[in-house]
Every structure is written in structure tokens, then in C-alpha cells.
């Protein structure tokens, strides 16, 4: 563990509740509910209301001042008209951090409500107190057993997000979740009145526990500061940025979210450029990236692509995705086809690439492991992009410590387990990148077959398309950052 | 009921299917399932097998000749070597249509067996049989009670659907039943040496059981005809075209496939504008412009939309998501932001257009009510893109004659059921489009309250930025129609 100023905030060792429900009886919901779902010591939860002595089960202070030391960390869900006072105690009893939940400040727009957010920010520092938001969802850290909200994995990754929308936290939270990544830690920062991204992006850029950053920003502030962080940052890992409000529209939009005063597309087109870092264009687009960077996808080095899929006209639509993204499909050269026509003698033109072979259950299954194998060695290609079809029927894997699949998940089906094997072996074994693309009758890509291909480090899309825009902009990427040192 | 002459061949009264399995106690999979799920009469199926007297407890005959009079149409899962002679014998016995699910002629690139292709048709065409294929599914048409597969909807609607792939067609039918579009009939052809696109859409555009027109093409092989009869179809019913073999890697796929010779991009797109036909770039387009063209977004006039959704981070995205597409976000004028006002109190920013409102169950559910039905009055506005967030328990309403669903289904949740009719009434009322956006926890869009509101005539979509898309596709068709006849 670095000794970063920050690593403190992140892992609090108590926590107070400021405004919760008065209701003794009531079920724990959002705030309580996450850091009980996530296993925080119950001892070190201290709501706070004055009209409650006991809330969903645990003793209730009427301030903070009141809860037993240390309170590390003080998450306000109360209104903005009592948040100046609630600042005052939290400095008083030396708490380290307040995240305020509360919003009414700079994003509504008003000049007075602006300078309210200044003065606090004022205060806090001069007592070296941090504010996280306003505005926001505040910390999702599963090491530290902290969370924002009841469902989020209970298992540590090694994937930091920061974004200014808390809903849009909880999209890249249950985005990346769905598809088997799992994250170090997330935080929603809100209005940055005071914790802004460049000083997070650069604790994510030193944390040993984070190897790729993400995130989501809508002002660009302190561009300055920001470009350096983020120029820093995407030197030593991979960063992924998705800006909000780079249309007029959405910056009008983003105006009356988080007071932000966002940029123009080719500005922050050019920042990403100059610093090295990952242009999301949408949330899909962050989290396929996500995917890529995290799996042997991240070190695709070509556009020469092998294209396996089930069904003539699937693969011609998928050439054409593939092409629309600047990526190759060349012949395979004859050596190569005569191996194939050797398992595939019924294959005609098929199997040149594209290549009619599909992972399915039954007896073409084998025919697909020993094409994949094959082509997988193919010389003068980059990667390999699949279909995996299947029955959807696959739970995702437990951590220890998540609760039991409800009784309608179905079991682990062994054929599905056995082909996620095959793929992370031959590329294992060959080195080349794959692109799996699941494609199931729900157009779920969220499945248990999903994750756990992801878990043997191959990335999976839920598109041929996705796929393609991921590789594309993985490869660009690679060329903008020639020159620098390599990533670990 | 047209008398156009291809009615018989989508409504056969009894079907041989040549080359089943002979296996007497096999259940029954493919072109067999897929007749005996839609309910066709059983004693109307032939099975054709000169080495089984019985198959899934059906009789079965040594050919084709054997079976009982009259055989309308054939299915053909025989290898190519047996297709002439098969054909032969559909000739002496007079039926009116063949299906070659078999494959390997003009496809395989080999020039003898294109001339083997085109000799059967020459037979055929002789003797008056028309063959569907080779190398393809052939049909689906549930008020004849046809499919291809089991699992199909039973239930007919008015959506005209023809593929040269079948993996295609069976991803047309899927994509689109999930969404709660029906079909009136679908035909997958292959290779097309006989019946092919120009004279397919020139049925549909005489179907009266058929509204719209969607095709997945490769080939444009008679391109003077394929122009003509799609600009014909056009002048009266919405087309929408699906081009594979588009890019060059996807063309040379495309000939391994059906053998066809693919046009460029600018020449599809240049068609599709001097026909009046809408082009869709993927699969998914085709699904989301057939919702589209089946409810009220049909008719949406301009791009000003008013935009209301859960959560200020995804109203900026999403804001920069119908940006990019050329859709506006005017701000409401000051007379509606005042109701709003009254109903949403600490709105702040938010009402202006971006409007932070959630059909989520709750409270808030009634507010945002009021502000959908206050938004889709205000003046200066073409439609209404709104969230539909919630739980994904509603399963897909049932048609009589289906399957009833499995027991893991949930049952129907009226709240869900009240918020569907909402939508619907406004639209009604109104008479301004509604695009939902169904945002659920899995991403999965084919979920109950999906369909239950495009029952009611209200579009529904995965995503803001594929709403965006389908209504600037929408829009582009309104303008290259004008001066021509309106749409019934």
C-alpha cells in the first residue's frame, strides 16, 4: 500500500450517516443498505438524526459530535440548508472526509448558492478536512467494504473509476460488473468542489491496487492540471475517458447537472490525443474498452483480423463491421486452408476467412476448437474474433462472500466451462489475441458463459460491431502512445 | 386475399419434407419441428424416407411419389447429389413449390455446379414448380401455420420479412419478436436462382396481410428489376433494406455465401435514396427502424425533442447522443417550464430540456406522469424521448396457441402494466411520437413491459443512441418521400 495522502479517504475505518430515515423499524435502503451489503463492521456505522435513537437495528446519535471516536468518514444525506452546520461539527470532531450526498449548490446556478459551496470548501481545507461532491454518490470501495448502494460486488478488482454522475458511477459499476471486471475502487465526485479528478486521477495513477482508470468527467475545470494528471496517469496505465456534454446540447445539459462548463469534442478529441489516454464516445464504449484493456485484447498490435462465425450471412454482416472499423480480413493462406479442408471437407469457399465454424453444443464443437486452433496460428494475422453461441444458462461466478444465486438460476452447465477453457488456452498457448462475440437469443451479454471466459483473461462483446470499435480504438491507442515506456 | 400468383406458394395445404432423419422414435428437430410447433395439420406432413416407415410418429414414404395426393410443396434436406433427381420427381408429381435447403451449387464458386444450379431451374420453370433457394430456410408464414424452426411466434402481424441468408432471417424474426413486432411472412432464398428479391417484393407490395417491408440482400444481380420493384413496393408500404457485402471484405464473404456480387456502398445508398427506401447499416437498425415504422415514431415531423430521464450524468450523454445525430434539444419555453414548476418544486435546472423525471415505481411515478403529459403538449416540439426504468419481471403478453411460459417466468406486474397504457394515452392524446428507452439492470431489451408497450403502439429501444438513430433515419425518409402518394 502506497502512503498517498488519499489512500486514508478511501478506506475509512468508521463511517456516520447524517439524516437517515427516524424510522427504527424501517429496512436499511441506499447508503446503509451498501455498506451493510458490503459487510461494513456494524459497530462502525454511526447513524446520525436527532429524532431517532436506533435506526434499521443500530444506536443512533443526534450529531456527530455524539458518535464514539473515530468517526473517519461522515456521509450527509441531509438538506443544503443545514450543510454549512453539519461542515462545522465534522471539523470539530476531526473527521477526515464528508461526502455530501446533499445537492443545491453550484448546479443549480445561482451566484449565492455557488458561494455557499466556496465557503465550504474554505473551511474544510484550512481544517484539513476533504469534501467529496457535493452532489453525489460518494465511495464504492469493496476492500474497505464500502459501497453507495445495496447489489455491488463484494470482490476487489483492479479497475478505478471516477465519475461526476453518480448515476453514471453505478452504470460503470454494473456495466463492468455484468461482464465479469470488478473494481479496486469507484468514486462519484459530484460538483468537485474540492476532491476533483485531476488529484484523483492522479492517486488512481500511484494506487498499486489500480492498473486501469476510467473515467467519467464532465468539466474540464483546471484543464491544465487535468492534462497533466491525465498525461501522468496514461504513462504508467491504461486511462479511458468518457466526456459528457461534448455537444452543445449535452453541455447545456451538463450545465444543470454539475455546474461544469464542458468542452468542445475536437478539444478534448486533441486532449486524449496529446496525453495518451482512451476516448470512450458512449458508456458502451467505455466499458468494452474496459474489457479489452484488462484481457490479452490490450496488446492486438494488427488489423489483420481471422473472422470464425456460425452462419454465411452473420459473416458478411461481420466482415462488414469489422471493415467499417478500419480492420482487415485477409485470405488465409493456402497452407492454412489445406489444414483446415483436412477437419472441414464439406467447407468450399468457407473457409478462406470468414469461416463458417461455430461453438456450439454438439458434435461441430470439436470441428470449431481444432479450426480455432489452427487459424489461431495462422501466419501475418493480429487476432482472431469469434461468435460463442450457446444456451444462456451459465450463473456468473460467486467470490467468496457473495450471497447464494437465487433458487431460478440455473446450474453451471460443464460443456460451457469446458469451451471458456479452450479459448483461454489457445490464446494462452499462441499468443493471439482473441475477440469472443456471444451471441445468445435474449441478446443478454451478461451471462455466466460471459464471465467466465473474461475471468480466463479473453475479452467478450456483445457485438461483432463492439468488438470492432474496441480493437480499432485499442490500436490507435497503441500508436499514439509509441515512444513512451511500455505498461506494465 | 390478392390473387397474386405467389399466394399458393406461402400458403401450401400439404408439405413433404425429403431426407428426414429415419430414425422412428427421433424427436423432431429442424423443418419438422418447426411445422408440427406452428400446428400444421400432421396428417398434411410427409415424411420422405425410402429407408424409414415411421418418423417421430408420422408415416413415411419412399418418395415423393408415394405420398398422398396433392404434395404443394417440397422441403429438400438431401445432399446436392440427389437434387436433380428429386426435383424430377416434384415435377411428375405436380407440386407447386420446392425448397433446396440443400446447398452446394452456385455458392461453391465451382462453374459446373452453377450450371447444375441453373439446369435445375430451367426444369423448373419448364414445368411450372418454383423453387425456393438453394442454400437457404425458405419459409415462415404463421398464418399457414409454416417455419423453419420451432420457437417462432404462432401469432401472424404485418411485417413482411425476405433474406438470402438464413441465419439472417432467423436473427430478423428473433430480434424483431423480442421487440413485439409480428410477421406476416418471412422468406429466407438463398441463392436465389429462381424466385429472387425483385419478384418477392413485388408479392409484398401487393400482400394485404403485409404493411412493411424489411430484406437482408447480398446480391444485385438484376438491378434494373431489384430497382424497379423496390421503388414500386416504396410508393406504397415503408422498405427497409439491410445490405451485406457492403465493404469489401464483407462482399468477398458474401460470394463464398450465396455466390453474389456485391455492390459499394454508394451505390446501395444511392438506391435506397431514388427508391424512397430506408437503408439500415446493421442488423440492429432493421430491428429498431420496423419498431419504429410499426408505431406512432412513423410520423415524426422534425428533430426538436424534449428529453426526460433518470439521473443528470445520463441526461448529459444522452443529450450528446441525439446531438450527434442531428436531433435538437430546444429549451421549453417559459409557459411550461412554470407547470412544471408546480409539480417538480426543487427542479431547479433540470426542467428546461434535459428534464430529470423517472418512471421508476414509487412516488415519483405519478410526478413524472405529470410531466410526460405536460412536455408532450408544449408547443415548438416533434417528439418525446423518455427512460423507462423498472423492474424486468413483465413476461411477454401470450398469443392464443402459445406455449404457456415456463415456471420460472414471473408473474405480470400491474404497476408496469398501468405505466404501459400511460405512454400509450399520451401518445394518443397528444397525438407528439414517444421513443422509450428501456433501461434495465441486465441490459436485456426484450422484456415484457417492452412488448407490452409496443402493443400499445409506443416504440421502445435499448438505448438513447439507437432512438436517436432510427428517428434521423426516419426523418431523412420523410424528406426523400415528399411528393410522393402518403403512406396508407
Not at 299 to 316: D, E, Y
Not at 375 to 382: I, K, L, R, S
Request: net charge neutral; aromatic share 6%; charged share 20%.
Amino acid at each position: 500500500m502506497s502512503e498517498h495522502p488519499l489512500d486514508a479517504i478511501f478506506h475509512p475505518r468508521s463511517v456516520a450517516i447524517v439524516g437517515l430515515s427516524s424510522s427504527p423499524t424501517a429496512r436499511p435502503t441506499g447508503f446503509l443498505a451498501g455498506l451493510l451489503d458490503q459487510g461494513f463492521p456494524r459497530d462502525r456505522i454511526y447513524p446520525v438524526n436527532p429524532r431517532a435513537t436506533e435506526v434499521a437495528g443500530l444506536p443512533c446519535y443526534p450529531t456527530v459530535l455524539d458518535c464514539p471516536d473515530p468517526v473517519d468518514h461522515v456521509i450527509s444525506i441531509i438538506p443544503r440548508t443545514g450543510a454549512a452546520d453539519l461542515l462545522a461539527q465534522c471539523i470539530q470532531k476531526r473527521v477526515r472526509s464528508v461526502h455530501f450526498f446533499t445537492a443545491g449548490f453550484s448546479e443549480v446556478g445561482d451566484p449565492a448558492l455557488a458561494a455557499a459551496e466556496r465557503a465550504m470548501v474554505k473551511a474544510a481545507r484550512a481544517a484539513g478536512v476533504r469534501l467529496i461532491g457535493p452532489n453525489c454518490m460518494g465511495l464504492y470501495v469493496p476492500s474497505a467494504h464500502l459501497a453507495f448502494s445495496a447489489g455491488f460486488p463484494k470482490e476487489p478488482g483492479h479497475v478505478f473509476a471516477l465519475s461526476q454522475s453518480g448515476v453514471n458511477a453505478s452504470a460503470i459499476i454494473d456495466g463492468l460488473s455484468a461482464r465479469g471486471v470488478r473494481l479496486s475502487k469507484c468514486v462519484s465526485f459530484g460538483n468537485a468542489a474540492d476532491l476533483a479528478a485531476p488529484e484523483l486521477i492522479g492517486y488512481a495513477a500511484a494506487d498499486p491496487e489500480s492498473q486501469v482508470v476510467v473515467a467519467y468527467l464532465e468539466s474540464v475545470r483546471d484543464g491544465r492540471a487535468l492534462f497533466e494528471a491525465i498525461r501522468r496517469c496514461a504513462r504508467v496505465k491504461p486511462v479511458v475517458l468518457l466526456k459528457g456534454g461534448i455537444t452543445e446540447a449535452g453541455a447545456r445539459a451538463a450545465r444543470s447537472h454539475t455546474g461544469s462548463l464542458a468542452g468542445s469534442a475536437a478539444v478534448f478529441e486533441a486532449l486524449c490525443r496529446q496525453t495518451g489516454a482512451l476516448h470512450a464516445e458512449t458508456m458502451e464504449e467505455l466499458h468494452d474498452l474496459t474489457v479489452a484493456l484488462t484481457t490479452q485484447l490490450r496488446t492486438v498490435a494488427g488489423p489483420r483480423t481471422v473472422l470464425m462465425g456460425n452462419g454465411g450471412g452473420f459473416s458478411v454482416l461481420s466482415a462488414d463491421a469489422l471493415a467499417r472499423e478500419g480492420l482487415d480480413l485477409p485470405e488465409l493462406n493456402e497452407a492454412t486452408q489445406a489444414v483446415l479442408r483436412e477437419h472441414v471437407p464439406e467447407a468450399g469457399n468457407s473457409i478462406r476467412n470468414p469461416i463458417d465454424a461455430a461453438f456450439v453444443d454438439g458434435p461441430r464443437q470439436r470441428v470449431a476448437e481444432i479450426v480455432l486452433a489452427t487459424v489461431a496460428e495462422a501466419p501475418g494475422f493480429d487476432l482472431v474474433v469469434t461468435t460463442a453461441d450457446g444456451p444462456d444458462a451459465l450463473p456468473p461466478p460467486r467470490a467468496p462472500g457473495d450471497a447464494p444465486p437465487p433458487p431460478s438460476t440455473l446450474p453451471v452447465q460443464p460443456p460451457q466451462l469446458v469451451v471458456a477453457a479452450t479459448f483461454a488456452d489457445v490464446q494462452d498457448r499462441t499468443g493471439r489475441p482473441l475477440a469472443l462475440v456471444r451471441r445468445t437469443r435474449d441478446h443478454n451479454p451478461a451471462d455466466g458463459f460471459t464471465v467466465q471466459t473474461y475471468r480466463r483473461g479473453v475479452a467478450v462483446f456483445p457485438s461483432v460491431a463492439r468488438a470492432a470499435r474496441a480493437v480499432a480504438l485499442i490500436l490507435r491507442w497503441r500508436c499514439q502512445r509509441e515512444g513512451l515506456p511500455p505498461l506494465v
